[in-house]
């Protein structure tokens, strides 16, 4: 990159600093994961988050640079750091972790042993689904401070985010977790009304400052009908 600016060099540094500090955190928690299929996601998103800072960090490279150093004492430093924190994984790893948390209580029942594995597994899918969807928005904003080719490479980097959020989605949605009930008929009927009244209103205005009628079209309802919505899943709602 020929030319960076202090701006850009700020949003990508955060970014950079944040997807570090995320993979760190998935790494320390994945072994503790009781459902396979979220941990291997966990793990999988760690590594995902590791090459994304380990890329970032390239656009921050002075022009002419070398990565080859950089890049081996990156991959060091970071995988020495979880590993030596990461306690073994397997059951024994499991065992040892929660026996302790299980014996804080004389006489808990076992039950309440495997219900608070699980809870930790729900705690920590909430939390990557909200992780997602936060590092979506934050790349969306870097990325408008950033030139070619950060700029696409982080409006690609945001969807991919939304990808691994509807991962977590699933599995939370799967398990009775995520909560999503459909929106009363009535409210949405409010809210059509109320945006052609909008629409209407802008139309007026546009048109008293030309000193000319409202395009035709231009009231409480579109030209070819009404607006109408249904719900959309967990990320909002689509016209119908």
């Not at 600093?17 to 993979?23: C, F, P, T």
């Not at 928690?29 to 890329?55: K, M, N, S, Y």
């Not at 309440?112 to 590092?135: E, N, P, R, T, W």
């Not at 080719?149 to 991919?160: H, I, K, N, T, V």
């Amino acid at each position: 990159m020929s030319h960076i600016t202090q701006h850009m060099a700020a949003e990508l540094w955060e970014v950079c600093r944040d997807h570090a500090v995320a993979a760190t955190k998935l790494r320390a928690l994945a072994p503790f994961c009781r459902d396979q299929q979220l941990r291997g996601a966990v793990e999988r998103h760690a590594a995902e988050f590791e090459q994304v800072a380990q890329r970032l960090v390239q656009f921050l490279q002075a022009p002419g640079s070398q990565p080859g150093s950089w890049q081996a004492n990156w991959q060091s430093s970071w995988h020495g750091t979880w590993q030596s924190h990461t306690p073994a994984t397997g059951q024994a790893a499991h065992g040892v972790s929660w026996q302790a948390h299980g014996n804080a209580v004389a006489g808990q029942p076992a039950h309440d042993h495997v219900a608070g594995q699980q809870a930790l597994d729900v705690i920590l899918a909430a939390d990557c689904l909200h992780q997602c969807k936060s590092f979506a928005v934050q790349c969306v904003w870097a990325a408008s401070e950033c030139s070619e080719p950060a700029r696409s490479y982080l409006y690609q980097l945001a969807g991919e985010h939304l990808r691994m959020a509807q991962e977590h989605y699933r599995w939370l949605d799967q398990r009775g977790i995520y909560a999503h009930p459909q929106a009363d008929q009535a409210a949405l009927s409010d809210y059509a009304s109320k945006l052609g009244q909008l629409i209407h209103a802008g139309g007026s205005a546009a048109a008293g400052l030309h000193g000319s009628p409202a395009p035709a079209g231009v009231s409480g309802r579109p030209a070819g009908g009404s607006y109408s919505f249904q719900s959309g899943g967990p990320y909002g709602h689509h016209r119908g």
